[in-house]
């Protein structure tokens, strides 16, 4: 029964989904009109866009293999240059978040469209949302101006994901739907999706990291990634994020990495301003749902701490201080011994407290 009123805005995307799908990537340029991509990718994954290259022919007309962590601004900037010198009409981004970050800058500074084949589980094609980096500090907008008109999920792309990115990949994409669970703007619709969501990635990722080349887990886990991605996209997040990219943006911290550990910590923080989250959490994770997500972390193999990652413990406080400047809105008012605490805990690689 729906007790209180509530809003629900979708945004506008076209989802091309299966196995397979990338030979769908020429037909979706002329469905926007375009002609000439300039196509993103990391340097790792060079090979990969000269693939989209070769597939596009003529259509290709330059392949970027710059794109970063957290999209410092810089790296925006040359590559937005390189898409006006060539004169590109269309991005097109494979890979996980770092390269989709770049489109969605580019698209800023441009005008251009997007085209997005993701190949982890971030979940930020699904979102108008773009995180730049800039003098050690991450700046965080939401403009319609950078969701990407076309995401081609071809699951094909995903069976070569390691199994510890596949892991943290993934509990980064269900931080998306715990979030939106307990959202200022949540409604039915995005409670559904993320409850589907996060049940799809909590089966699948455990059964990727004991069989790497299942294709049902991956399907299910590529799957849940889109719906935890819609959620990201609709509804404001709140501590959990901030706290992310907070230690990502300063200490540069790898972006799953971070999500995955800082997860279990946030929510139970958050569990005794958001019932209602919780009993659906319950649901899908069992009684402890903030205790079964750090556990879900190290069944995947994900890092134990911040420490592991490169934290320094006298980093904490200045991690609690820029938490609590211009804070994100939260269920739980931001209370710095509590935080603090929360910190401590994930450097340590200690459980989380219970709810």
Not at 37 to 52: M, N, R, Y
Request: hydrophobic residues 45%.
């Amino acid at each position: 029964m729906i007790e209180q009123g509530f809003v629900y805005s979708g945004n506008p995307a076209r989802v091309v989904f299966g196995f397979g799908t990338t030979a769908a990537l020429p037909e979706e340029m002329a469905r926007l009109g375009t002609r000439r991509a300039l196509i993103l990718t990391t340097p790792a994954q060079e090979d990969a866009g000269q693939k989209l290259a070769d597939l596009l022919g003529e259509a290709a007309v330059g392949v970027f293999p710059g794109a970063v962590m957290h999209t410092p601004v810089d790296v925006s900037d040359l590559a937005a240059d390189r898409a006006r010198q060539i004169k590109a009409d269309v991005v097109v981004a494979i890979g996980g978040g770092s390269t989709t970050g770049l489109g969605k800058a580019i698209a800023l500074r441009t005008g251009l469209p997007q085209i997005v084949l993701p190949t982890t589980y971030a979940g930020s094609e699904m979102t108008p949302i773009l995180g730049e980096t800039s003098g050690g500090q991450k700046r965080t907008q939401t403009t319609a101006k950078v969701l990407p008109q076309v995401v081609i999920y071809d699951v094909d792309h995903t069976m070569g994901l390691p199994v510890a990115l596949s892991g943290t990949s993934g509990i980064n994409a269900i931080a998306h739907a715990v979030e939106a669970l307990y959202a200022r703007e949540a409604n039915p619709v995005i409670s559904l999706m993320a409850a589907e969501g996060i049940g799809a990635l909590a089966r699948s990722l455990p059964a990727i990291a004991q069989d790497p080349a299942n294709r049902k887990a991956r399907a299910d886990a590529l799957y849940g990634a889109w719906l935890c991605g819609i959620c990201l996209g609709s509804v404001g997040m709140a501590l959990h994020h901030k706290l992310c990219h907070t230690l990502g943006g300063s200490f540069d911290l790898p972006h799953a990495e971070a999500h995955t550990l800082i997860l279990p910590h946030a929510l139970a923080y958050n569990a005794p301003a958001a019932p209602e989250a919780m009993a659906r959490l319950r649901a899908v994770l069992g009684a402890d749902p903030a205790l079964a997500l750090f556990d879900l972390g190290r069944a995947v193999g994900a890092p134990a701490s911040l420490a592991a990652l490169g934290m320094p413990a006298d980093g904490i406080a200045r991690a609690v201080d820029l938490a609590l400047s211009n804070p994100y809105w939260n269920p739980r008012p931001l209370e710095r011994d509590a935080l603090t605490a929360l910190i401590q805990r994930a450097h340590a690689g200690a459980p989380p407290l219970a709810a």
